[in-house]
């Protein structure tokens, strides 16, 4: 029993942890989207590559952030993952990164088709 109160009470300190560390860094217009992707038509290596993105990405800020943000280029999103793994205790090594890389890559061909060619035709110019 005594067990038991102690589990309850550890996980009790970590949930609030989690959630405070969360709200510490504000909200984004982004936030208020879906906060997850449906990967099942995704071939497989990209639904294994997006389960290290919804564990790694939705540690400071909800998936929703990265998913609705307006990133879609290689560019684009090299620098954000960057940025990201370069927070302190963002707990993304470099084997995490590429992997999140390519999968955003990936999605945002699929998912953000438009903006995706939007954007590679501003750049060429
Ligand atoms: C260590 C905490 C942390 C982790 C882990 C993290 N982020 Fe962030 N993220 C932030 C903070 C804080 C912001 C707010 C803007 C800033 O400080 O750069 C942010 C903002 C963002 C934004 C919005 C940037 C903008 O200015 O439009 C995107 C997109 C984003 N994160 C994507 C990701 C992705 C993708 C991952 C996983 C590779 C990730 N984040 C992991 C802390 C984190």
């Known amino acids: 029993m005594i067990k038991i109160i102690l589990m309850a009470m550890v996980s009790l300190i970590f949930l609030n ?6 709200e510490e860094f504000g909200e984004l217009p982004y936030d208020k989207g879906s906060d997850r992707i449906d990967v099942s038509k995704y071939p497989k290596v990209m639904q294994e590559a997006y389960k290290v993105f919804a564990s790694k990405c939705s540690k400071c800020h909800n998936l929703s952030r990265p998913i609705n943000s307006p990133y879609a280029i290689p ?9 990201m793994m370069r927070k302190p205790g963002s707990g993304i090594d470099p ?4 992997t999140i890389y390519e999968f955003l890559k990936y999605d ?7 903006l995706y060619e939007r954007k590679l035709k501003a750049r060429k110019k």
């Open 17 to 22: 942890k989690n959630l405070s560390a969360k």
């Open 75 to 83: 560019e684009e999103w090299e620098r954000y993952i960057k940025m």
């Open 95 to 98: 084997k995490s990164a590429k």
């Open 108 to 114: 945002s061909q699929v998912r953000k088709r438009e």
